[in-house]
């Protein structure tokens, strides 16, 4: 039995799964789980890469314990923040995380070097305060001797195959979120680089999913007792959640519905119109050079955040509940709104976006809940519009992927806010991506549509008619 491990971590939590193949079904089993989240060091939100590091080691040697060691194994994350490292491998000061405050006032800075519209056209990706790009103003402009010190940066998913294999290389899908990638050659765009004055030799060879990276270190073998070979998945947590969706060749859109909630459709082009700048979509790099033109929205996070306000002492299920129960509540916001990104409280921001807007406060944990998820529909209405407007595409049906898959309440909101038939799961649609990746390295699978219908065949698809009751 050959056994295939995913590494998934997410901003707020990581896992390990493992996967096999058997009578033409591909079986998961999550192994190990961890609880992952920015932590403040000097004033900063930062991310704990030692400790990230290890979570992933506790995860091998639960393989080990279970007597199932993978073949290979490939990790994925997040997009966007990176790891500066020096000559000798070392880390170069703190990880920063996207929700870190330093990063205000940077896109200005970046943009009195090259217009915006200038930068969608030669890049395509979306203006967000968070994009490497303005990270990277942030590092130059308030600590220039970091940029000066460091030799290599690595996205976070590279940094971490760094640290299993002593291995530097760079993930094409993760790259893209750099808003440093051309999306004619695939490869940084090193006149832009230079042209914003960041340190072009820290730039390493972007390579693609299924590359090996290589086998683990000595030091990783003997902790874990077995060997096994590191490979590059579409490494963007999004990008593998889209590999994962189950449709066929046909025209489709996907929403990847997590902590952020992806939305967007697959060309074999980017689209740097400015009608798709004005949009604020964005495209992203995808497993064979694909492109994920993508709408980011805000997302679970605000329901994540306001149930920790609340002491985590209702489910997400019963969160759902009451919110149907409070449907009658008429306030919206705008998801999308800055002040949603990094809150000191959610529930505070959602209840002063409603006073600021005239309508009505909510003040029970039902009707705040009503307002973010009939909020989080509208705009997936809206951002069905505005795809099918620059795509000059018609979507029958949406699939929803990932953990909001399961929040059925949303998923009957978004149908009848889009007036499409939602096709929703997997649930675990990151980790199946990047277990395809892997599959097809190893030739179970040809090609991508042909693994896309073995997602069918293997995982639970739950239908929402946009005809049906909320």
Known sequence: MNYYLAVDIGASSGRHMLAHYEDERIILEEIYRFENGMVRKNGHLCWDTERLFQEIVNGLLVCKELGKIPVTMAIDTWGVDYVLLDGEGKEVGPAYGYRDSRMAGMDRKVYDIIPRSRLYARTGIQHQLFNTIFQLMALKEKEPELMEKAQHLLLMPDYLNFKLTGVMKTEYTNATTTGLVSPDTKDWDRDLIRMLGYKESMFGQITTAGTTVGRLLPEIVRKTG??????????????????????????????????????????????????????????????????????????????????????????????????????????????????FLAPDSMTLAVKDACRESGQEVPETLGQIAAVIYRSLADCYGRTLAELEEITGRMFQKIHIVGGGSHADYLNRLT????????????????????????????????????????????????????????
């Open 226 to 339: 077995f060997d096994l070979t590191v490979i590059q998945t579409a490494s963007h947590d999004t990008a593998s959640a889209v590999l994962a969706v189950p449709a066929g060749k046909e025209d489709f859109l996907y929403i990847s519905s997590g902590t952020w909630s992806l939305m967007g459709t697959e060309l074999e082009q980017a689209i740097c119109s400015s009608r798709a700048q004005e949009a604020n979509l964005t495209n992203e790099g995808g497993y064979a050079y694909r492109f994920r033109l993508i709408k980011n929205i805000m997302g679970l996070w605000m329901i994540q955040s306001v149930r920790h306000e609340f002491e985590d002492a209702h489910s997400f299920d019963q969160i759902c509940r009451m919110a149907q129960e409070c449907r009658d509540f008429p306030s919206r916001v705008d998801v999308n709104d800055d002040r």
């Open 415 to 470: 149908a009848k806010a889009a007036g499409r038939t939602c096709l929703c799961g997997p649930a675990e649609g990151t980790a199946i991506g990047n277990i395809l990746v892997q599959m097809m390295r190893d030739q179970i699978f040809t090609d991508m549509w042909e693994a896309r219908t073995a997602v069918r065949r293997s995982f639970e698809i739950r239908e929402f008619s946009p005809n049906i009751s909320e």
